[in-house]
């Protein structure tokens, strides 16, 4: 689960990581309270107001229709109010976005912390994340801090650092020193990073997360470290260990379709393509998409119904499914092992006719536990779904349906 970047912060917080201070505002009235709270409280001249929407590059994305930037530095209160104007309730146009961009709801008003100092303000990257590879945790860090880490891993691999940590013994001293070292710090920077970076794992593994992403980190030019961005991702699988956590979640940054498909128990994810698929466990999902392809189609959707398959979960993931304008086709590919396939066929038959007019058509996969009855009771329904055993006959259908043959 994705959460927005001043709810990673407060979370980074309260794990003892030194961060940017900010104050969320919903309105631009909202905006120069905070503005004012902030500068009175951090005796900051100037504040940032950042746009929050669950996707990175906003500092070089822009507002559509505008020059406007999804990061912007306020020199005023009168500034903040004229910049929030512009972002709250337009959309933001992001290289992770896409061409589509999100609608802005709410900004961070947050400190600006680049003040001049004894020494220039320096930005690193820090990140840690899972390496399923090793079945460690790996935290990497960087001094190209401020770009994209797939443009730095790109251009110039030997600039990332990376420390793993076995997950039988936890990281250790010598670790966090290694990595503060990479980054060539010294002095207070230096004992400042160690802090900063067993801080940041301690919150990492304690909320279960998938991936903490600080980037930038920055020193201060009083040799203060701390985090001025948090992309964080938690793992949804172990969200009811934190029910706190859980209220996180703000399902108006996801997609619609995927937030109901939640809602009636369904593992769904929507795709570019032309054929929706619904199926039962994961692995054959995937297996469904490849032969979709060799088809000459492209998904449209991973759809996981799971092994309790029945009338109501079809017709919710058929709605689902039709709710998406490019698909052309759908097939259903269902391995009877715990569900029954005769069953499924039922569900099949009564969801077409509680959605009705389905004006596309249908391929219904059956293999296993009454196979053979869920093929004559979706053949001998009079209704546009056409059935198959074999899953090369299943291919070879939507392959007329897409050309228009069958």
């Given at each position: 689960?994705n959460i927005h970047e001043y709810q990673g912060k407060e979370i980074l917080k309260h794990y003892g990581v030194r961060i940017q201070e900010g104050i969320v505002?919903?309105?631009?009235?909202?905006?120069?309270?905070?503005?004012?709270?902030?500068?009175?409280?951090?005796?900051?001249?100037?504040?940032?107001?950042?746009?929050?929407?669950?996707?990175?590059?906003?500092?070089?994305?822009?507002?559509?229709?505008?020059?406007?930037?999804?990061?912007?530095?306020?020199?005023?209160?009168?500034?903040?109010?004229?910049?929030?104007?512009?972002?709250?309730?337009?959309?933001?146009?992001?290289?992770?976005?896409?061409?589509?961009?999100?609608?802005?709801?709410?900004?961070?008003?947050?400190?600006?912390?680049?003040?001049?100092?004894?020494?220039?303000?320096?930005?690193?990257?820090?990140?840690?994340?899972?390496?399923?590879?090793?079945?460690?945790?790996?935290?990497?860090?960087?001094?190209?801090?401020?770009?994209?880490?797939?443009?730095?891993?790109?251009?110039?691999?030997?600039?990332?650092?990376?420390?793993?940590?076995?997950?039988?013994?936890?990281?250790?001293?010598?670790?966090?020193?290694?990595?503060?070292?990479?980054?060539?710090?010294?002095?207070?920077?230096?004992?400042?990073?160690?802090?900063?970076?067993?801080?940041?794992?301690?919150?990492?593994?304690?909320t279960d997360s998938s991936m903490f992403e600080i980037n930038p980190v920055l020193k201060t030019s009083d040799d203060k470290i701390l985090a001025v961005d948090?992309?964080?991702?938690?793992?949804?699988?172990?969200?009811?260990?934190?029910?706190?956590?859980?209220?996180?979640?703000?399902?108006?940054?996801?997609?619609?379709?995927?937030?109901?498909?939640?809602?009636?128990?369904?593992?769904?994810?929507?795709?570019?393509?032309?054929?929706?698929?619904?199926?039962?466990g994961a692995g054959l999902a995937m297996a469904t998409m490849d032969i979709i392809k060799l088809s000459g189609g492209e998904p449209a959707n991973f759809l996981?119904?799971?092994?309790?398959?029945?009338?109501?979960?079809?017709?919710?993931?058929?709605?689902?499914?039709?709710?998406?304008?490019?698909?052309?086709?759908?097939?259903?590919?269902?391995?009877?092992?715990?569900?029954?396939?005769?069953?499924?066929?039922?569900?099949?038959?009564?969801?077409?006719?509680?959605?009705?007019?389905?004006?596309?058509?249908?391929?219904?996969?059956?293999?296993?536990?009454?196979?053979?009855?869920?093929?004559?009771?979706?053949?001998?329904?009079?209704?546009?779904?056409?059935?198959?055993?074999?899953?090369?006959?299943?291919?070879?259908?939507?392959?007329?349906?897409?050309?228009?043959?069958?």
């Amino acid at each position: 689960m994705n959460i927005h970047e001043y709810q990673g912060k407060e979370i980074l917080k309260h794990y003892g990581v030194r961060i940017q201070e900010g104050i969320v505002a919903e309105s631009p009235e909202k905006a120069v309270e905070a503005a004012k709270k902030i500068m009175a409280e951090t005796n900051s001249k100037f504040v940032v107001v950042k746009s929050q929407i669950h996707a990175g590059g906003r500092g070089k994305g822009k507002i559509r229709g505008t020059e406007q930037r999804g990061v912007q530095l306020a020199k005023s209160v009168d500034e903040v109010r004229d910049i929030t104007k512009n972002i709250i309730g337009n959309v933001l146009v992001t290289h992770q976005t896409g061409p589509e961009g999100k609608k802005v709801n709410k900004v961070l008003v947050a400190q600006d912390v680049y003040y001049p100092g004894a020494s220039e303000p320096k930005e690193y990257y820090i990140g840690i994340l899972l390496d399923r590879a090793r079945a460690c945790n790996v935290i990497m860090a960087s001094t190209e801090g401020g770009m994209d880490i797939e443009e730095v891993a790109e251009k110039s691999p030997e600039k990332i650092v990376k420390e793993w940590v076995d997950p039988a013994i936890g990281l250790q001293p010598f670790q966090v020193r290694n990595l503060a070292f990479a980054l060539g710090l010294k002095g207070d920077a230096f004992k400042e990073m160690v802090k900063f970076i067993s801080a940041l794992y301690r919150a990492y593994v304690e909320t279960d997360s998938s991936m903490f992403e600080i980037n930038p980190v920055l020193k201060t030019s009083d040799d203060k470290i701390l985090a001025v961005d948090a992309k964080v991702n938690l793992d949804d699988n172990a969200l009811y260990r934190h029910p706190d956590l859980q209220n996180l979640r703000d399902i108006t940054e996801e997609d619609p379709l995927e937030v109901e498909a939640t809602a009636n128990d369904l593992n769904y994810v929507k795709l570019d393509g032309n054929v929706g698929c619904m199926v039962n466990g994961a692995g054959l999902a995937m297996a469904t998409m490849d032969i979709i392809k060799l088809s000459g189609g492209e998904p449209a959707n991973f759809l996981d119904v799971g092994g309790g398959a029945n009338a109501k979960t079809v017709e919710a993931g058929f709605r689902i499914i039709l709710k998406d304008p490019n698909v052309k086709a759908i097939l259903i590919n269902i391995f009877g092992g715990i569900v029954r396939g005769d069953r499924v066929a039922t569900g099949v038959v009564e969801a077409y006719k509680a959605i009705g007019d389905i004006k596309v058509p249908i391929i219904v996969r059956l293999q296993g536990t009454n196979a053979e009855e869920g093929a004559r009771i979706i053949d001998e329904s009079g209704l546009k779904v056409f059935s198959a055993v074999q899953l090369k006959d299943a291919a070879e259908k939507v392959k007329q349906v897409l050309a228009g043959q069958a």
